[in-house]
C-alpha cells in the first residue's frame, strides 16, 4: 500500500492564481481531511470529508473547496490565492467507525505552497 | 471554542534525558488524545494515545500521563535520543465529532547527542 499521496510536493503560485492539490489514499478510508500547517500554530483542519459525495467544513475554510467524487481522492481547490495561503497542506485518512473518535489519522507527505 | 494549548514550544534534552511536552484542553467532552510526531519534511504520525479512563499508557520509551480533573495530559519520552528530534503534536477528539482532531500548537524536541 503506498498509504496516503499527495501531489505536488512543493508549488509556488502568484497571488490571484488558482491550482488543486491532489490527494489519494488506498487505504480504503471511509474519512479523509486537509490540514494546513502554519508554524507554530499546529495543524488547522480546513474540510473533511465522511464518505464519497459528502464533506463539510473545519476551521478554516475560507479560500479553499474540495470534492470527493470517490472513496481514494479528495482534491483541495484553492480559487484566487492569497499570500496567507503560503503554508503546508497535509491531506490524511482514516477508517472511522460511527460514534467512535479513536481512529487513527495517517497523513501524506505534505505540499509546500508559497503564494508570491 | 475547542483550544487544545501545548507546550513548550521548543525544548532541547541531552541524549539520556527525560524529555517532557504538556497539553492542556478546555472541553471535558473530549475523549481520546493521540500525540502525533512529525519528521521534518515528513507528514505527522501517530506516536501514542489515551483515553480518559485511565491514567497513564506507557509504550516502550513513551508514555501519555493524564488528568481528568485538571484538563492536562503530557508525553514524556524517556531515556530520550538523537532520533526522537522531531516536532510532536498533542490533539483531542470527542465522540460526536467523528474523527476530527484538535491539535496543539506542537513542540520542537531536539536531543543532543
Known amino acids: 500500500n503506498a498509504g496516503v499521496t499527495q501531489t505536488p510536493k512543493f508549488r509556488i503560485l502568484k497571488i490571484g492564481q488558482s491550482m488543486t492539490l491532489q490527494c489519494t489514499q488506498d487505504?480504503?478510508?471511509?474519512?479523509m481531511y486537509w490540514y494546513r500547517q502554519d508554524p507554530g500554530m499546529g495543524l488547522k483542519l480546513i474540510y473533511y470529508?465522511?464518505?464519497?459525495?459528502?464533506?463539510d467544513k473545519g476551521e478554516v475554510p475560507n479560500g479553499y473547496n474540495v470534492s470527493r467524487s470517490t472513496t481514494e481522492d479528495f482534491p483541495l481547490r484553492l480559487e484566487l490565492a492569497a499570500p496567507s495561503q503560503t503554508s503546508v497542506y497535509f491531506c490524511?485518512?482514516?477508517?472511522?467507525?460511527?460514534?467512535?473518535?479513536?481512529?487513527?489519522?495517517?497523513f501524506g507527505p505534505g505540499t509546500r505552497l508559497t503564494v508570491l | 471554542q475547542q483550544q487544545v494549548k501545548q507546550s513548550p514550544q521548543s525544548l532541547i534534552v541531552q541524549k539520556g534525558g527525560i524529555s517532557i511536552i504538556n497539553c492542556a484542553y478546555e472541553?471535558?467532552?473530549?475523549?481520546?488524545f493521540p500525540w502525533y510526531q512529525q519528521f521534518p519534511g515528513k507528514g505527522p504520525a501517530l506516536l501514542i494515545a489515551?483515553?480518559?479512563?485511565?491514567s497513564e499508557k506507557k509504550e516502550g520509551r513513551f508514555t501519555i500521563s493524564f488528568n481528568k480533573s485538571a484538563k492536562q495530559f503530557s508525553l514524556h519520552i524517556m531515556d530520550s535520543q538523537p532520533g526522537d528530534s522531531a516536532t510532536y503534536f498533542c490533539?483531542?477528539?470527542?465522540?460526536?465529532?467523528?474523527?476530527?482532531?484538535?491539535f496543539g500548537e506542537g513542540t520542537q524536541l531536539t536531543v543532543n547527542p
Open positions: 489515551i483515553r480518559p479512563d485511565v
Open positions: 472541553n471535558t467532552a473530549f475523549d481520546y
Open positions: 490533539a483531542a477528539s470527542r465522540e460526536t465529532s467523528g474523527s476530527r482532531l484538535t
Open positions: 490524511a485518512s482514516s477508517y472511522a467507525r460511527r460514534g467512535q473518535s479513536t481512529d487513527t489519522q495517517y
Open positions: 487505504m480504503n478510508h471511509n474519512y
Open positions: 470529508s465522511v464518505g464519497a459525495g459528502i464533506t
